[in-house]
């Protein structure tokens, strides 16, 4: 695809050394932690941390992996489009960190695992752990390469920022960093990145308010023109945004990333206590709700400024995601090296969401693919998965550029995440909540969502809901002043040299998650039933116990404490098989949690 610059709208040589001491700094960490831990040799050393991480860095980290550059993009283009109902998403947050953190982070970190995948082998078969690696290595890597090429090319047709410099220079540090420092350098980079982004969206904000004399008049501006409508209870599931759609399409989405995907658990995993497991848990929802909010308000802001000159309808930009960029460039193009900012800012994204799926990538093939199948010593594994994280890096950068091939499919591939998430949340789902699910259940569950998901996403993409139930608000050009020009005069008049093709990703919850999650385990559940599933007799360290649960702890502390003046530690080893599973105390000074030896 042959794409081209808007002329006169390009980055001043202040805003590429912004964007190049991004670059520098992401390098710099990974160098740091390279040589800091230059004397550990072991893989779970480079891909775990030596489980000795604490919660902050971790929760940046969690904050930063899935909040890509496509979210500092396609956020504010869905309020401005949309409306703001896109705010719900912080319900479907806080559901998922409460799911994640009372029911699967417990199981995982009791087993010590590296890939999570080892628990499908230990709880049903080692063909289901490998056909979930292989689904994950598949679902990672087509939306890698989606992450890192789309933004660049929006970012490129409205700043003049040479698209391929931009994509194998961030491909490039990013590989660099991931092989170099590990876990600890992604999770460290992440917590610098998140920061950046964070100034991004501040950036555009704080100008806005500037010119536009305050936040009251972008709020009426907003009110008036229906972007804060938030409230559409519209049960139909087909509808772009509902207070439906979004907070309970949203949670099994967010719950398929959190609670089962790599990325994620391989962090929260690696830290030193439970405790700050969960803590992670948590703040990360600081951070989260602290980006939506910050994307929902730019959004707002977006229209504020456009309310009465639409760019995308008047044909300044040729696809909503270049909404954002053409908004920093029109307020900001004047102060040589804030728009750099922004840009890094988009780019912080996709390396952090890049560098996690790299390190996860990683860490699934020597666990699941050489570990089970060779005999080779820890100081090899360290080696093999530093040159496994520059391979996956190279492979990445090549998606980018089959991506630019994609056209049409690419939005297509967008719902990758719902057609292969849904049904591997359901399969954890079933073994984690069902003790006499077995095997032949969780195969045949496992198949059935991926069909079920696979038919359905098909399905949409050839016949789209109808376009009322995603029709965009109103727009007006009646404020614009069109000129025949090529270029801007910063008072939005310009017409573009050459349009982009690529619309933006949807900000919305992917309805293939639900479908495919509750077919798993419906199937998965009948199929174990009437093969014998009730009859086998599962290890309680794989399944969900009552003591895993901070409400059980919290009662159990203080039943405790009631009674003897201390907490009952050793009847509750007793009551597991002395496995001595999760357990809190109501105390501050006796909060702490243990794991198995």
């Known amino acids: 695809m042959s794409v081209a610059p808007f002329v006169g709208a390009s980055f001043a040589a202040a805003d590429y050394v912004v964007f190049a001491f991004m670059l520098a700094v992401s390098a710099a960490i990974g160098v ?18 030596g489980r000795r991480l604490t919660a902050l860095p971790v929760s940046l980290s969690l904050t930063a992996s899935f909040m890509s550059a496509i979210t500092v993009l396609a956020n504010p283009a869905e309020v401005y489009r949309y409306g703001a109902s896109i705010v719900f998403y912080g319900l479907s947050y806080f559901m998922s960190m409460v799911v994640t953190s009372e029911v699967f982070l417990p ?15 230990l709880r049903f078969s080692r063909a289901t752990r490998l056909l979930g690696t292989l689904l994950f290595i598949v679902q990672t890597i087509l939306y890698t390469g989606i992450v890192i090429y789309t933004p660049a090319l929006a970012l490129n047709q409205v700043t003049g920022m040479d698209l391929w410099s931009a994509v194998i220079s961030t491909g490039v540090v990013c590989t660099f960093y991931c092989t170099m420092g590990g876990l600890k350098a992604v999770v460290w980079t992440d917590v610098f990145q998140v920061g950046v982004m964070l100034a991004g969206f501040l950036l555009v904000i704080i100008r806005c308010v500037v010119l536009k004399g305050g936040v009251g008049l972008i709020i009426s501006d907003s009110r008036q023109g229906g972007r804060l409508d938030i409230w559409d209870f519209d049960p139909k599931p087909q509808k772009r945004h509902t207070f439906w759609t979004v907070t309970f399409g949203g949670t099994f989405v967010w719950v398929s990333i959190y609670g089962i995907n790599q990325a994620q658990v391989q962090r929260y995993i690696s830290c030193k206590s439970i405790t700050h497991a969960k803590l992670s848990l948590f703040i990360n929802l600081i951070g989260l709700c602290c980006i939506l909010l910050s994307s929902v308000f730019a959004g707002l802001c977006l229209y504020s400024v456009y309310k009465n000159c639409d760019p995308w309808t008047a044909g300044i930009v040729s696809a909503p995601d ?24 988009a780019y912080s994204g996709s390396l952090s969401t890049v560098s996690s799926s790299i390190n996860a990538l990683a860490a699934v093939t020597v666990e699941d693919l050489i570990k089970p199948h060779m005999t080779v ?54 073994g984690i909540i069902c003790p ?86 419906l199937v998965g559940l009948f199929i174990s039933l009437v093969t014998g599933g009730w009859k086998r007799k599962v ?59």
């Open 322 to 345: 270049q909404l954002m960029p053409y908004l920093v460039m029109d307020i900001l193009g004047d102060y040589p090296g804030l728009p750099g900012l922004f840009v890094a800012a």
């Open 539 to 597: 290890d309680s360290r794989l399944t969900l116990v009552k003591s895993d649960t901070t409400v059980f702890c919290i009662f159990k502390a203080l039943k405790d404490r009631l009674m003897t003046g201390k907490p009952d530690v050793a009847q509750t080893k007793e009551n597991h098989g002395n496995q001595n599973p999760a357990f809190c105390n109501i105390e501050l000074d006796y909060m702490k949690c243990n794991t198995p030896t």
């Open 32 to 49: 740091y932690y390279a040589w800091t831990d230059r004397a550990l040799k072991s893989s779970d050393d480079f891909l775990t941390g």
């Open 436 to 521: 006499f699910a077995n095997s032949k259940g969780a195969l045949s569950g496992l198949v059935s969502g991926l069909v079920v998901s696979l038919w359905v996403g098909i399905g949409a993409q050839i016949f789209p809901p109808p376009s009322y139930l995603s029709r965009p608000l109103s727009f007006t050009t009646e404020g614009c002043n069109l000129t025949a020009s090529d270029s801007f005069n910063r008072t939005s008049t310009g017409l573009p040299a050459h349009m982009s093709n690529i619309a933006t990703s949807p900000a919305q919850p992917d309805h293939d998650s639900p479908i495919g999650t509750i077919i798993t385990i």
């Open 377 to 430: 010593s820890d100081k090899k594994l360290s080696f093999i998965s530093k040159v496994l994280s520059f391979l996956y890096g190279v492979l990445c950068i090549g998606m980018a550029g089959l991506a630019s091939l994609m056209g049409g499919i690419l939005q297509a591939t967008i719902s990758i995440f719902g057609i292969i998430g849904g049904p591997l949340l359901g399969l954890f789902s079933l």
């Open 107 to 121: 199981v995982f970190y009791r087993l010590s695992i590296t890939s999570i995948y080892e628990y499908l082998e």
